[in-house]
């Protein structure tokens, strides 16, 4: 549905296609009380394995970790930054930075360097356009001119 609005932003020329904004935020979610055991194996991605009705467990017993395992989040993650924690996901934006609406999102859990999901974001309607970013995308603007022809500006 998000490309078809682009799509639909593109035709009304709404995207002035004056260059190109990136950038994540956190999502925080609520956090989980987990036993160590627990949080053991959801970072081992095997939170699925958790709470799961066993052989012999009664209708109540079943139900209560059928209700338990539908409030686990087992894809947030916890992140430091700036010496702040967060808990949860984040959210990547690829911004028209003329008309300001967004052209492209991808959500990772909180601990993906905002970096990462760059080769997702910048595609083919960035090429020859100025790509702005902060100063978690420094090291990388070579990668990202080999890329997609898009020439990276850092404030």
Same mark, same amino acid.
């Given at each position: 549905?998000?490309?078809?609005?682009?799509?639909?932003?593109?035709?009304? *020329?709404? #995207?002035?296609?004056?260059?190109?904004?990136?950038?994540?935020?956190?999502?925080?979610?609520?956090?989980?009380?987990?036993?160590?055991?627990?949080?053991?194996? #959801?970072?081992?991605?095997?939170?699925?394995?958790?709470?799961?009705?066993?052989?012999?467990?009664?209708?109540?017993?079943?139900?209560?970790?059928?209700?338990?395992?539908?409030?686990?989040? #087992?894809?947030?993650?916890?992140?430091?930054?700036?010496?702040?924690?967060?808990?949860?996901?984040?959210?990547?934006?690829?911004?028209?930075?003329?008309?300001?609406? #967004?052209?492209?999102?991808?959500?990772?859990?909180?601990?993906?360097?905002?970096?990462?999901?760059?080769?997702?974001?910048?595609?083919? *309607?960035?090429?020859?356009?100025?790509?702005?970013?902060?100063?978690?995308?420094?090291?990388?603007?070579a990668e990202w001119s080999a890329l997609r022809g898009t020439r990276p500006t850092t404030p």
């Open positions: 549905m998000f490309d078809e609005f682009y799509a639909f932003l593109e035709e009304n *020329n709404l #995207i002035l296609h004056e260059g190109t904004m990136i950038d994540g935020s956190f999502v925080e979610a609520p956090r989980q009380r987990n036993t160590r055991e627990e949080n053991k194996q #959801i970072k081992e991605d095997r939170g699925d394995e958790l709470w799961n009705p066993e052989e012999g467990d009664t209708e109540g017993e079943k139900k209560r970790k059928a209700n338990k395992k539908r409030q686990k989040d #087992i894809d947030a993650r916890w992140v430091k930054k700036g010496g702040e924690k967060h808990y949860g996901y984040k959210n990547h934006a690829k911004v028209d930075k003329g008309s300001k609406f #967004i052209k492209k999102g991808v959500t990772t859990d909180a601990s993906v360097h905002d970096s990462k999901p760059v080769k997702e974001l910048v595609d083919e *309607n960035d090429r020859g356009e100025d790509l702005f970013a902060d100063s978690a995308f420094t090291e990388y603007p």
